[in-house]
């Protein structure tokens, strides 16, 4: 019975001495901003290192790319899809965007070049894409013109040297540019049409020719705030960053050209 009324008191006087114990206020910690940026695929490897430094500087904010081909990064973004800025990899998608008043303020940022690969191994050479009308060649991967920029260069590249409608069934289409890189590592294809800065990235894979400017569009990059943003304020602020000379140069380290 001691021991029982001795717990009792002391469990008593401890309920006492908490009660009267000053609360402490609870630190709630700041939550971090997400930004959404829906990003052409060929800008993956040099958005993921801009991502880590723009972080470390600003530790409020966490960027989250939306990866894909620029037609089906617009199309989302026309069905109300959310997003903070876009990054495309061609103007018409951007222009379309503009046009609907979807794009708060926008900018050509980078260029590119077009390129068409082989595998690494591969013992196939070019001198000019109309050699992809020989026998030996079985199957080529081109981003689809529709909604791929790279695909709608490359077609453009093949019409204009009037073989497009020759090579219709060898064409193997793919959702973006770096499917496209995928099938040439993989050797499902013989040859496919990505931008010089995918080619960099890989080792499976080599330039088999460089396709000179006259023969498609300008390849340009333009970014833009999406007017329906929910964080106008981080979203200029990462605009503005993009722009800058310490952004520029992990661009140009990735292959991309900055506007004259």
Known sequence: MLKKSLFTIL??????????????????AKS??????????????????IEKSYEKQHPDIDLTFNLGSSGTLQKQIEQ????????????KQMDALVSQKLIAQSTTLLG??????VPSHSTKTFTTV??????????????????????QYAKETLTTRKVWDTLQNKLVFAKDVRQVLTYVETGNV???????TD???????????????GVHKPIVYPVGIVKETEHE???????????????????????????A
């Open 11 to 28: 469990t008593a006087s401890t309920a006492l001495l908490l009660l009267a114990a000053p609360m402490q206020p609870a630190v709630a």
């Open 32 to 49: 971090k901003t997400t930004l959404l940026v829906s990003a052409a695929a060929s800008l993956k490897d040099s958005l993921e290192e």
């Open 80 to 91: 109300g899809a959310p997003a903070d800025l876009f990054f495309s990899a061609g103007m």
């Open 112 to 117: 590119n070049e077009l390129v068409l690969i």
């Open 130 to 151: 109309k050699e992809l009308t020989a026998n030996t060649i079985k199957k080529i991967a081109v981003g689809q013109p529709e909604s791929v920029p790279a695909g």
């Open 190 to 196: 013989d040859a496919g049409f990505v931008y010089r």
């Open 199 to 213: 080619a960099m990235t890989s080792k499976k894979a080599k330039v088999a020719i460089k396709i000179i400017p």
């Open 233 to 259: 304020k981080e979203a200029k602020a990462f605009y503005t960053y993009l722009q800058s000379k310490a952004a520029a140069a992990v661009f140009v380290k990735y292959g991309f050209k900055l506007p």
